[in-house]
């Protein structure tokens, strides 16, 4: 692995300093003639590999400096981004911000942009990423292990590094360090019936085991292979903790203030008014979105200081999002969550304990395709994918075919028959780095699959 490298002092990725990007916001907004100029910097290096048929098919490196510029008249405001910071294409981009705006439609939520902030310390750190070479190896100890299996992997691997920053005519100004490193393997065997996944998440390369990836993607092809049907219906699920992060996550991007105030949300109280101090989950449940777990995750996107904001809390409902209009109309404090990080806390058993414990159920690996029915239960639904296995007895016993599930992760949290040690996995669809996702395996009773898949 090669060494890190810094993120400040002159790092050869190009990315700039917080010096460097608060140079750069003054000379955009010196250029500014609207009544409100907001700018948006995002300095970022990106690294991927893809991998397909055992083998690298394609890899590359991008470093890239963006700068957004918002005008504001009134309540008319347009947004214009460039990558250009010379001081001619500066100027530019506010220009054309500015005639945007003119002719934009009146916004009756407009909320004036904040003035200078208070943020905690943080102290730089450096992220390690990866070189070509480094990620090639990675390659290889998950193609070594299919081949020698008579498999075949593919993959992708993608880490970022940089730095954002926000500022305004008011004064404001903010700047944090980003980061995030993804890899995710699948593997299938060369009937095609077998397919198996693993996957890594980090704030930096160093937190990614490769080998452990490629083992546990290997394996499960293995033994997914000639999988049998099984009648759709309500199961007990033992679910991995990518399936955990695949769907519980949802519930607080569902969790908006205004939303349940309006009477359309799972969060409605009946008779008007939100559910807030009210018992929606199991008592075990609390859910936490943390700023420290996550590299950029400590500043909104108006510039606010992200802050701990705890959902559920021994299942009881405490917060819900309010955004500052709603928050202002409401005479709430609006709140300032980090969605990079999403915590679900776990409890002392395993995913050993709970298949041991079951005796007739389905063990998921993860869900994909995952798409909204009703935002007022938070339905969604959605496929198993690359490992779904039938319990019997307190074993795994066949492979089986996929299923489409109907289910809401709310529900399934009222369901919850016991809970695993949290870890952090990779949980986006895209298998991008995504944020600091940290989910237990859970087992639940009265799982909702509504119909069998043939794909694997």
């Given at each position: 692995m090669?060494q890190?490298?810094?993120?400040?002092?002159?790092n050869?990725a190009?990315i700039?300093?917080?010096?460097?990007a608060?140079?750069?916001?003054k000379?955009?907004?010196?250029?500014?003639?609207?009544?409100?100029t907001?700018?948006?910097?995002?300095?970022n290096?990106?690294?991927n590999?893809?991998?397909?048929?055992?083998?690298?098919?394609?890899?590359?490196?991008?470093t890239d400096?963006?700068?957004?510029?918002?005008?504001?008249?009134?309540?008319r405001s347009?947004?214009v981004t460039?990558?250009k910071?010379?001081?001619?294409?500066?100027?530019?981009?506010?220009?054309?911000?500015?005639e945007?705006?003119?002719?934009?439609?009146?916004?009756p939520?407009?909320m004036?942009d904040?003035?200078?902030q208070?943020y905690?310390p943080?102290?730089?750190q450096?992220?390690?990423?990866?070189?070509a070479?480094?990620?090639a190896?990675?390659v290889k100890?998950?193609?070594?292990?299919a081949r020698?299996?008579?498999?075949?992997?593919t993959?992708?691997i993608e880490?970022?590094v940089?730095t954002?920053?926000l500022?305004?005519?008011h004064?404001?100004?903010?700047?944090e360090?980003?980061?995030g490193?993804?890899m995710?393997?699948?593997v299938?065997?060369?009937?095609?019936?077998?397919?198996g996944w693993?996957?890594?998440?980090a704030n930096?390369?160093s937190?990614?085991?490769?080998?452990a990836?490629?083992?546990?993607?290997?394996?499960?092809?293995g033994?997914?292979?000639?999988?049998?049907?099984?009648?759709p219906g309500r199961?007990?699920?033992?679910?991995?903790?990518?399936?955990?992060g695949n769907?519980?996550?949802?519930i607080?991007?569902?969790a908006q203030?205004?939303?349940?105030?309006e009477g359309r949300?799972?969060?409605?109280k009946e008779?008007?008014?939100?559910?807030i101090?009210?018992?929606?989950a199991d008592e075990?449940?609390?859910?936490v979105?943390?700023?420290?777990?996550n590299?950029?995750?400590?500043?909104?996107?108006d510039?606010?200081?992200a802050?701990?904001?705890?959902f559920i809390e021994?299942?009881v409902?405490?917060n819900?999002?309010?955004d500052?209009y709603?928050?202002q109309k409401q005479?709430k404090q609006?709140t300032?969550?980090?969605?990079?990080?999403?915590?679900l806390m776990?409890g002392?058993?395993s995913?050993?304990?709970?298949i041991?414990?079951?005796e007739?159920?389905?063990?998921?690996?993860?869900f994909?395709y995952?798409?909204?029915v009703d935002?007022?239960?938070?339905l969604f639904?959605g496929l198993?994918?690359?490992g779904?296995?039938?319990?019997?007895?307190?074993?795994?016993?066949?492979?089986?075919?996929n299923f489409?599930?109907?289910?809401?992760?709310?529900f399934m949290?009222n369901?919850?028959e016991a809970f695993?040690?949290p870890v952090?996995v990779?949980?986006?669809e895209d298998?991008?780095?995504?944020?600091a996702?940290i989910?237990?395996?859970?087992?639940?009773?009265?799982?909702n699959?509504?119909s069998?898949?043939d794909?694997v």
């Amino acid at each position: 692995m090669s060494q890190p490298k810094s993120l400040f002092g002159g790092n050869p990725a190009g990315i700039l300093t917080r010096s460097e990007a608060e140079s750069l916001a003054k000379r955009a907004l010196s250029f500014a003639k609207a009544d409100e100029t907001a700018i948006n910097i995002g300095s970022n290096a990106r690294a991927n590999t893809r991998f397909a048929v055992n083998q690298v098919s394609t890899a590359g490196n991008d470093t890239d400096t963006t700068i957004t510029v918002r005008s504001t008249f009134g309540k008319r405001s347009a947004s214009v981004t460039t990558n250009k910071s010379d001081d001619a294409s500066l100027a530019a981009a506010v220009n054309e911000a500015e005639e945007l705006a003119r002719l934009s439609e009146e916004n009756p939520e407009y909320m004036s942009d904040l003035g200078p902030q208070t943020y905690p310390p943080v102290t730089p750190q450096t992220i390690s990423f990866p070189t070509a070479e480094d990620r090639a190896h990675a390659v290889k100890a998950v193609t070594d292990r299919a081949r020698a299996a008579g498999f075949i992997a593919t993959g992708y691997i993608e880490s970022r590094v940089g730095t954002r920053a926000l500022a305004n005519s008011h004064g404001l100004f903010a700047f944090e360090q980003t980061g995030g490193t993804s890899m995710t393997a699948t593997v299938r065997t060369p009937d095609g019936t077998g397919s198996g996944w693993g996957g890594a998440n980090a704030n930096d390369w160093s937190g990614i085991d490769a080998d452990a990836v490629g083992a546990t993607a290997t394996e499960k092809a293995g033994k997914s292979r000639n999988p049998v049907a099984v009648e759709p219906g309500r199961y007990t699920v033992v679910l991995e903790p990518t399936a955990v992060g695949n769907l519980i996550p949802i519930i607080a991007f569902s969790a908006q203030a205004r939303a349940a105030d309006e009477g359309r949300s799972f969060f409605s109280k009946e008779g008007g008014g939100n559910k807030i101090g009210m018992k929606v989950a199991d008592e075990r449940v609390t859910l936490v979105s943390d700023p420290a777990d996550n590299i950029g995750s400590s500043i909104t996107g108006d510039g606010r200081p992200a802050e701990k904001i705890v959902f559920i809390e021994n299942g009881v409902l405490k917060n819900l999002n309010y955004d500052r209009y709603w928050a202002q109309k409401q005479g709430k404090q609006p709140t300032a969550a980090a969605f990079g990080s999403m915590r679900l806390m776990g409890g002392d058993s395993s995913l050993a304990k709970m298949i041991a414990s079951t005796e007739r159920g389905i063990l998921v690996t993860r869900f994909w395709y995952i798409r909204p029915v009703d935002q007022r239960t938070i339905l969604f639904t959605g496929l198993t994918r690359d490992g779904t296995f039938l319990i019997e007895n307190g074993k795994v016993t066949h492979a089986i075919k996929n299923f489409r599930y109907n289910e809401s992760p709310i529900f399934m949290l009222n369901n919850v028959e016991a809970f695993g040690t949290p870890v952090r996995v990779s949980a986006s669809e895209d298998s991008s780095p995504g944020g600091a996702i940290i989910m237990p395996p859970l087992k639940i009773h009265d799982f909702n699959f509504t119909s069998l898949s043939d794909a694997v």
